[in-house]
């Protein structure tokens, strides 16, 4: 970069997140073997020792690793064979509804609490028709859905529940996993997760057959003999991104404990500000993965963003819009609550390598 005049001061920019990554060379001391065994897809090893692993840190007792989040929650629609409306949260990012209506099901919505910003139980059963087939509730920024309440409803609607659990690796409940409830639990491992694999997604389940049947699936409805048994397609994690996932998870507690402790500093320091709510919690623990701030009014986000902007720092509005407004790929429905908080919500930096001091410029900013 050419500076003219007086030195100019360069502030790199504070980005919404940024990967956890391990030391470079623990990962390329895993490339080393796959380098050495030309092994480099097809459930390889690594990818087998991403699942064990996964399962022992997790305490889960099974997971297939595939390529993404979005092709988790279209396997798990398709494992478990479902058809007609699938009711789900507006207040989601965008692959939640696409993996639905790629699927041929159809995405009904059901409004959000306001203050989980999850799925209301209560808006759920008057969405029920002869046509419902599933939930599909999402653990919106890691904040456990209330699992016992859509639980019951699905069992007294005979309904099938797919968790959207993207960014929910590490929440829990009483010490167990969230993604070990539902029928199935989706989750991702994208750059942006808390465990990344570059691109990557997880499915859990505790259903031995369905467990086996989303393996067949991942490998284009293979069974052990290479017979096609299944309408599957390719949802296989290759060794190379399932060797950064190794080599992430080692260090995943201390990214977890970290996010923990900056999400509570932002969040002492913010919450005497008197101007800002704050996502709460209502069943179980969540991984504090993102940071989100309400504001009264979009037009007061609108202000911080800009000074917060203009510093190099750039938090992220999501979710926004809320996904029901995206009137091309579905019909018009109207969702007052997500609707609202959509457009006065906004993501904090949060990331492992966010200092004290830029996290203290942030909340200097936001006064
Ligand atoms: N369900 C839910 C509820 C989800 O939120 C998602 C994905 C899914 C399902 C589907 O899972 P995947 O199929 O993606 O596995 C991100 C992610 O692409 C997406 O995974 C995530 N949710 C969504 C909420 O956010 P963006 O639009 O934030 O990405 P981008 O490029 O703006 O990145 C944000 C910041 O992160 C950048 O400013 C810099 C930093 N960054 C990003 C990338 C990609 C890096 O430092 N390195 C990187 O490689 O989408």
Redesign the pocket.
């Known amino acids: 970069m050419k500076v003219s005049g007086k030195q100019q001061k360069i502030i790199k920019p504070i ?5 956890s990554l391990a030391p470079l060379e623990e990962y390329s001391g895993l490339l080393q073997k796959v380098w050495e065994s030309g092994i480099l897809t097809h459930n390889g090893p690594l990818v087998q020792k991403f699942e064990r692993e996964l399962c022992s840190a997790l305490k889960l007792n099974n997971i297939v690793a595939v390529t ?6 279209q396997m798990a629609i398709k494992a478990l064979r479902l058809k007609g409306e699938i009711i789900t949260t507006p207040f ?2 965008i ?2 509804i696409s993996s639905i209506i790629w699927e041929g099901c159809i995405p009904v919505f059901a409004d959000i609490n306001p203050e989980t910003l999850n799925i209301d139980p209560n808006k759920i059963e008057e969405k029920i028709t002869k046509k419902t087939s599933a939930i599909i509730p ?1 653990h ?1 920024f890691g904040n456990p859905c209330n699992v016992p309440e859509i639980e019951e409803i699905a069992k007294q609607n005979n309904l099938k529940i797919i968790y ?1 659990a ?2 929910a690796v590490g929440s829990n409940v009483k010490g167990k996993s969230i993604l070990e409830f539902g029928d199935i639990s989706a989750t ?6 808390l465990l990344n694999t ?4 997880g499915i859990v389940t505790n259903d031995v057959e369905l467990h086996a049947k989303l393996k067949r699936i991942r490998f284009f409805g293979h069974n052990d003999n290479k017979e096609v048994i299944e309408d599957g397609f390719n949802g296989k994690m290759t060794e190379v991104h399932a060797a950064l996932g190794l080599a992430n998870l080692k260090y995943f507690k201390s990214v977890l404990q970290d996010r923990k402790e900056k999400y509570l500093y932002y969040r002492e320091n913010l919450e005497k500000l008197g101007s800002y709510y704050f996502q709460k919690s209502e069943f179980g623990e969540q991984n504090y993965s993102y940071f989100p701030v309400i504001f009264e009014r979009e037009k007061d986000l609108l202000k911080k963003e800009t000074i917060l902007n203009r510093k190099n720092i ?1 938090p ?1 509005r ?2 926004y819009p809320s996904v029901n407004v995206y009137r091309k790929i579905l019909k018009p429905s109207n969702l007052p609550i997500s609707e609202d908080i959509s457009k006065r919500i906004m993501c904090l930096p949060l990331y492992f390598n966010l200092s004290y001091e830029e996290i203290d410029l942030i909340i200097e900013l936001m006064k």
């Open positions: 980005y919404v997140t940024m990967p993404n989040g979005t092709i988790a929650l989601t990012w692959a939640t999402v919106v959207d993207a960014h991702s491992f994208h750059a942006t997760k570059a691109e990557g997604g750039f992220r999501y979710f």
